[in-house]
């Protein structure tokens, strides 16, 4: 088996001012320069925040992601911000299907397919998210929906550098982590589904998100299949994501 490097990639969602954003980046730099660490770390703040990130991450082991894009290339879309844009301003993955796109704006299996292929057609990393309901769960159905999914959405999948994030809703920004064995059992699943689907299905980075924290990232991390952490809410103060890296 093939062992990936971990990733740990903070998600701040619609939080964090540019000078918030440089404060904490600051921390992290200051920390960095103490210790190596051998995990990957991503940052993905507000659109706004990309450049000047960017040029305050440049030459450190720290990378950027959006938390969303558009699926098309140019045009009167109002708004809406495209792969290139994105790269320009110094991304190099973005988030695609995070389940506050899916539930709070309606993004559909299809869509986001859409949105996979302008993300590898600009040469940026996608960190495609999956993941069920409680309801769901409660139905036992969670693994059918997190495969449906994954079908949908990769159906046409071209290109290998693909990251999944399994996120189970029912534990984002709720305080309620899955189990290290829901994740394992999950994450095990997934990457049958992977290794089935694709060739390179074992060089996939599956990341683990849904209220982990400095308390829980360990033992989460140890699990087998869990590559990495998506962290929300524990990633908005420099200090609990550096607790959660082990730096
Ligand atoms: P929390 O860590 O706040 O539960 O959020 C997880 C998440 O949605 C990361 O993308």
Same mark, same amino acid.
């Given at each position: 088996?093939?062992t990936?490097s971990?990733?740990?990639?903070?998600?701040w969602?619609?939080?964090? /001012?540019?000078s918030?954003g440089?404060?904490?980046?600051?921390?992290?730099?200051?920390?960095?320069s103490e210790?190596?660490?051998?995990? %990957?770390?991503l940052l993905?703040?507000?659109?706004?925040?990309?450049?000047?990130?960017? $040029?305050?991450?440049? *030459?450190?082991?720290?990378e950027?992601?959006?938390?969303?894009?558009? *699926?098309?290339?140019?045009g009167?879309f /109002?708004? @809406?911000?495209?792969?290139?844009?994105? %790269? *320009?301003?110094?991304?190099?993955y973005?988030?695609?299907?995070?389940?506050?796109?899916?539930?709070?704006?309606?993004?559909?299996?299809?869509?986001?397919?859409? %949105?996979?292929?302008?993300?590898v057609?600009?040469?940026?990393?996608?960190?495609?998210c999956?993941?069920?309901?409680?309801e769901q769960?409660?139905?036992?159905?969670? *693994? @059918?929906?997190? /495969?449906r999914?994954?079908?949908e959405?990769?159906?046409?999948f071209?290109?290998?550098?693909l990251?999944?994030? #399994? =996120?189970?809703?029912?534990?984002?920004?709720?305080?309620?982590?899955?189990t290290?064995?829901?994740?394992?059992?999950?994450?095990a699943?997934?990457?049958r589904?992977?290794?089935?689907?694709?060739t390179?299905?074992?060089?996939?980075?599956?990341? #683990?998100?849904?209220?982990a924290k400095?308390?829980?990232?360990?033992?989460?991390?140890?699990?087998?299949? $869990?590559?990495?952490?998506? $962290?929300?809410?524990?990633?908005?103060?420099? =200090?609990?994501?550096? @607790?959660?890296?082990?730096v």
């Amino acid at each position: 088996m093939t062992t990936l490097s971990q990733i740990i990639a903070g998600n701040w969602k619609m939080n964090l /001012t540019l000078s918030q954003g440089l404060d904490f980046v600051d921390v992290l730099l200051a920390a960095l320069s103490e210790k190596k660490i051998s995990r %990957k770390l991503l940052l993905a703040p507000n659109f706004t925040l990309l450049a000047p990130l960017a $040029v305050a991450c440049r *030459d450190s082991v720290i990378e950027l992601a959006a938390q969303n894009c558009s *699926d098309h290339e140019s045009g009167a879309f /109002t708004g @809406e911000t495209s792969v290139s844009m994105l %790269k *320009d301003a110094g991304a190099a993955y973005v988030i695609v299907g995070h389940s506050e796109r899916r539930h709070i704006f309606g993004e559909s299996n299809a869509l986001l397919a859409a %949105k996979l292929g302008a993300v590898v057609g600009a040469g940026l990393r996608p960190i495609f998210c999956v993941g069920e309901t409680l309801e769901q769960r409660q139905q036992g159905v969670a *693994d @059918e929906v997190v /495969t449906r999914q994954l079908t949908e959405s990769l159906a046409d999948f071209s290109g290998s550098r693909l990251i999944v994030a #399994y =996120e189970p809703v029912w534990a984002i920004g709720t305080g309620e982590t899955a189990t290290p064995e829901d994740a394992r059992l999950m994450h095990a699943e997934i990457r049958r589904f992977l290794r089935t689907r694709f060739t390179w299905g074992d060089e996939v980075p599956i990341l #683990y998100g849904g209220s982990a924290k400095p308390g829980n990232a360990a033992e989460l991390l140890a699990q087998p299949e $869990v590559n990495g952490l998506l $962290v929300g809410g524990a990633a908005l103060n420099p =200090e609990s994501f550096l @607790e959660i890296a082990g730096v």
